[in-house]
């Protein structure tokens, strides 16, 4: 018996959209962005803590630590950088089928 699998894929598209490359971009696209704004809203969040808690020990500390932070920082980088990447390609690729039917 085979196990089911540990991530199921969602969409929040309808299921009646035909699926290709730029529907593959808008959800990746969709997902990197999420979780590029979640790890900057920790980040954040860190940052206003650990300035509070220097002003005032008795309020709590940051929820992350400076190589926590960082790490999450690190993470958003490159993040950001995958998405422009794939966001090029596929400029490059919808460039290509232009010049493909300017030649037809």
């Known amino acids: 018996m085979s196990k089911p699998p540990l991530h199921q894929h969602q969409s929040f598209l309808d299921p009646r959209i035909p699926r290709g490359a730029s529907t593959a971009f808008v959800e990746m696209a969709y997902d990197v962005a ?8 920790l980040i954040h969040s860190s940052n206003v803590d650990q300035i509070a808690h220097e002003d005032n020990p008795e309020k709590s500390p940051p929820i992350l630590g400076y190589v926590d932070a960082e790490k999450l920082m690190r993470f958003a980088i490159t ?9 090029y390609q596929h400029i490059e ?11 037809a």
């Open 79 to 87: 993040a950001s950088h995958m998405l422009a990447d794939a966001a």
């Open 34 to 41: 999420s979780g590029l704004g979640v790890a900057l809203e």
């Open 93 to 103: 690729s919808l460039n290509q089928i232009a010049h493909q039917e300017e030649q």
